[in-house]
C-alpha cells in the first residue's frame, strides 16, 4: 500500500478512536452534571409496607441506625419500626387527651441523638397542646419544654422538625379562633421557632423574646427546608384553597384576612394553592429539587417542582386514590421515601390493613 494511503488511514482510525472516547467519556460523565441537591427519586411502583394495623399514624422519624420512629394518635403509642420486623412500641406519652384532630400529634428525633438520645413530642394534653422531649430508655421521664399552646378538637397543627440551623420549629393552629393568627402575642395559627430546650433563640427569630417566627396561618401541618436552607409549610385552608408557603421570618400569610392569593401586600402569597377537594395537605419533605406533600381529603402525594428561588412550578398528582388519605411523607436518610395513612381518623373507609407505613426505595 502507498505510504500517502497508509497516512491517510492511520489519521482516519486517530480520529475516529478520538470521537468513541468522546461519546464515552460524554456518556459516562452525564450523570454527574445534575443541579446540586438533586437527589435520586424514589420508585413509586416498588412499595414496601413497613407495618400495617395501626391507627392514625402521625409523627415519623429517623434514628441513626435507619430505623423509623412512629408516633399513633389515639393510643399516645410511639413505635419503632424496620422493614421486614413487626413494629415495636417504645415508649407511651403520658397525658395525652386524644378528641377529634388532637392526640400524639408530631415526632421529631434530635439532630445530635447520638449525643444526648432526645425523642420531640408534639401532643394534646387536657388543657393545651404542649411539646415534650424524652430518652428511649426511659421515656416515663418525659420533660414538657413548651406548654399554653390553645388546643381544640380541630385545628391543633402539631407538626415538629428540626432545621438545618438546629433550632426545632413548630407548626401550631389556630384553635378554631381564627383571631389569634393575627395576635402577635398568641402562639397559635404560627411557626414557631425554638432551641431544643424549648427556650427563644438568641438570633433568628423576628420578635424579640418570642418564640413566633411567622404568623397569620389556619393549620400548618408540613414543615420541610430545600438545599439551601429555605422552609416551606403546607397549610390547610377552609374551603376554598389549600396552600403551599415559602416562610420567611416575620412573614404573614394572610388568615383569616384572605385564602390563598391576594394583591394586598401586608401578606404573603404562597406559592402553590389547590382546591380543598384535591389537597387537605398534611406532611411534607424535600428530596433535591421537590417537595412531596401527602394530601388527606385528596388522597394523593403532591410533587411540587420547587425553581431554586423559593418558587414553585406546576405539581403533579401521584398515588392518586391507592391508598387513601396520606397523613405523612418523609424522606429517610437511605434517600427513601416513606408515607402513612390516615383512613382510620374517622374521615377515611379504611381496608383491612389499614392504617399503614409504606416505604418507597429510592431509584439507583
Known amino acids: 500500500m502507498p505510504k500517502l494511503e497508509v497516512e491517510i488511514m492511520r489519521r482516519k482510525l486517530a480520529l475516529f478512536s478520538t470521537l468513541i472516547l468522546s461519546v464515552g467519556t460524554i456518556a459516562v460523565a452525564q450523570p454527574t452534571q445534575a443541579l446540586p441537591g438533586a437527589l435520586r427519586s424514589p420508585d413509586l411502583s416498588n412499595p414496601e409496607v413497613v407495618a400495617t394495623g395501626l391507627t392514625v399514624p402521625w409523627g415519623l422519624g429517623f434514628l441513626p441506625d435507619g430505623s ?22 417504645v415508649a407511651t406519652i403520658s397525658g395525652v387527651a386524644p378528641a377529634g384532630e388532637a392526640g400524639l400529634l408530631g415526632l421529631a428525633v434530635s439532630p445530635t441523638y447520638a449525643q444526648d438520645g432526645f425523642v420531640y413530642v408534639y401532643f394534646t394534653a387536657a388543657s393545651d397542646n404542649r411539646i415534650a422531649r424524652l430518652r428511649l430508655d426511659a421515656p416515663q421521664d418525659q420533660r ?24 426545632l420549629y413548630a407548626g401550631v393552629g389556630d384553635a378554631s379562633n381564627t383571631a389569634s393568627a393575627q395576635n402577635q402575642q398568641s402562639l397559635n395559627g404560627k411557626i414557631l421557632r425554638m432551641r431544643p430546650d424549648g427556650g427563644v433563640p438568641t438570633s433568628g427569630n423576628p420578635f424579640p423574646g418570642s418564640l413566633v417566627y411567622s404568623m397569620g396561618h389556619r393549620n400548618v401541618q408540613g414543615l420541610a427546608w430545600d438545599g439551601q436552607g429555605r422552609l416551606y409549610a403546607s ?4 374551603n376554598t384553597w389549600d396552600e403551599v408557603n415559602q416562610i420567611v421570618a416575620g412573614g404573614n400569610y394572610g388568615w383569616p384576612t384572605v385564602e390563598g392569593s391576594t394583591g394586598d401586600t401586608r401578606f404573603r402569597n404562597p406559592i402553590v394553592v389547590w382546591t380543598t377537594a384535591e389537597a387537605s395537605p398534611s406532611g411534607a419533605t424535600i428530596d433535591g429539587s421537590t417537595l412531596y406533600v401527602a394530601a388527606l381529603r385528596g388522597q394523593r402525594l403532591w410533587s411540587v417542582p420547587l425553581n431554586g428561588n423559593g ?3 406546576t405539581p403533579t398528582a401521584l398515588l392518586q386514590g391507592q391508598y387513601g ?11 427513601s ?11 377515611g373507609s379504611p381496608v383491612a390493613a389499614d392504617d399503614r407505613v409504606i416505604r418507597f426505595p429510592a431509584t439507583s
Open 325 to 335: 388519605r396520606l397523613r405523612t411523607a418523609e424522606r429517610a436518610p437511605d434517600g
Open 68 to 89: 423509623a420512629l412512629v408516633a399513633e394518635r389515639n393510643s399516645a403509642r410511639v413505635l419503632r419500626l424496620r422493614p421486614g420486623s413487626a413494629p415495636a412500641v
Open 235 to 238: 397549610e390547610f385552608g377552609q
Open 337 to 347: 421515601l416513606w408515607i402513612t395513612t390516615s383512613n382510620r381518623d374517622g374521615r
Open 144 to 167: 414538657v419544654i413548651l406548654s399554653g399552646i390553645a388546643k381544640a378538637s380541630i385545628h391543633d397543627g402539631g407538626r415538629i422538625a428540626f432545621g438545618p440551623d438546629g433550632m
Open 311 to 313: 418558587g414553585a412550578g
